[in-house]
């Protein structure tokens, strides 16, 4: 009967003639951390904000419901507390649909922010990573040349 061949020492011995340095991947996972908690920390705000302008907005709603459900000695006087309750009822709306605005704004401000400095963060690195490279190259070249 054939035996199959351990691949487990293969593997070892191929993955040994290839070292890899993982302080960069080390690094590149401690930066992906920082941004996604600094995201995080925005899209947090934002969901409180967003709640608080919610609740306020329900209980306001609620407030003017109390007022339209109270009973009334004209007929009149129905028609007249269901129109300004519209009236006010729009009126709230097109102010916490400006909050609501505000706060995606800020949201999207806060984040283009943060991606900046990302990109910038990256550019120098990559920089600082090619100037390594050329100088490490330069050195290889004096060195094979000067034999």
């Known amino acids: 009967m054939a035996k199959t061949q351990d691949f487990t020492a ?16 080390e690094e590149a996972f401690k930066n992906t951390a920082a941004l996604n908690e600094k995201l995080s920390a ?3 705000g934002a969901a409180e904000q967003s709640s608080e302008i919610s609740t306020k907005w329900t209980k306001d709603a609620l407030t003017k419901m109390a007022d339209i459900s109270k009973a009334k000695t004209d007929p009149a006087d129905y028609a007249k507390s269901a129109t300004d309750f519209a009236s006010a009822s729009a009126e709230v709306a097109a102010e916490n649909m400006a909050a609501f605005a505000e706060v995606a704004k800020k949201v999207q401000m806060d984040t283009v922010e943060l991606l900046m400095a990302v990109g910038k963060d990256m ?4 920089t600082a990573a090619v100037k390594k490279a050329t100088d490490e190259v330069t050195t290889a070249a004096k060195k094979a040349t000067a034999k």
């Open 42 to 44: 925005v899209v947090l």
């Open 123 to 126: 550019g120098e690195e990559a």
């Open 10 to 25: 293969l593997m070892k011995d191929m993955m040994g003639a290839f070292p890899v340095d993982t302080s960069a991947m």
